[in-house]
């Protein structure tokens, strides 16, 4: 219906059509405020209703506890403002911090990170994998702990969070934020970009716990600091306004729907289908990704025989509708991203063409 593709990028994403659906007829007049909620000032009731709605939406559906706080930061530089914010907010000049390297976004993270404190890489993955926990060298004076949940590139996922002992756990999960019921507590901070799995780019989530914020050093740009952004309840300037509202739908739709249980389960049939797509190809498709993390989120597959059968594979794909197979560019293959808002139907019909595709070409 409305000659929609099956968007398979790994971010901007796909949305609800319904979701989509409310917003368009929201467009014009927002509940008989006479505008839409592009217009509204960010001061007044009605925005505020929105901010309040999608902020307790989201706590409920990851049990946000009360020590902690909800920012809804802008995301001019999205989660990766976040790489410079985190070592700003939480370690002073010299302090070590640990960052454990499982692919492309952690490894930026880390990067940024140097700037600002003295970086201890505690673990580096074979982008494959997750290195054993008991080879990991964590720095027993770090003050946080920083890893990637999901690596949107290589998808590589974390199963559960790290254990870390008593340190500050940070955790990047923009591209699986809510796909999973998660334990906020073993985590000092969760931060993600939206426009994976909850909405428009525009918006970057953090979820801070209390104590930690008030610490930013004193060169730390204003829009930057925890303090800052937690004291004016993410209003310090104009947020981000739309991406908030529908945001704020995609979370009272998930739910309506049974929150982020019936989301992994749905997330996890839809990966199944994939990987077991790939599993009974007799090897003409192939995910380099060790089974114990492989993401339900991204799927980076390939045809190892033949890398120029991958072309034909992505722009045969597009021709049926099934967009954005290409993988990143700094790894090749293809990649289809999954992420809650692709519905089962497109999942399948992928699985489908995969299959028709390799009995054309094995
Ligand atoms: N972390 C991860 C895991 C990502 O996938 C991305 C975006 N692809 C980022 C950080 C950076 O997000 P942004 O583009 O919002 O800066």
Known sequence: PHGRVFNFSAGPACLPVDVLEQAQADMLNWRGSGMSVMEMSHRGKEFQSIIDAAEADLRALLAIPDNYTVLFMQARGGASTQFSAIPLNLAAEGDVVDYIVTGSWSKKAAGEAKKYAKVDIVATGDNKSVPDPSTWNLSADATYVHYCDNETIQGVEFKAAPAVGDKVLVADMSSNFCSKPVDVSKCGIIYAGAQKNIGPAGVTIVIVRNDLIGNARPITPVMLDYAVQAGDKSMYNTPPCYSIYMCGLVFAKMRAEGGLDAVLAANEKKANVLYDAIAASNGFYNSP??????SLMNVPFTIPSNADLEKEFIAAAAKRGMIQLKGHRSVGGMRA??????????????????KEFAAQHA
Not at 337 to 354: R, T
């Open 337 to 354: 991203s999954i992420y809650n808002s692709m519905p089962l139907e497109g999942v399948q019909q992928l699985a489908d063409f995969m």
């Open 289 to 294: 990704v060790d089974p114990a993390v492989r």
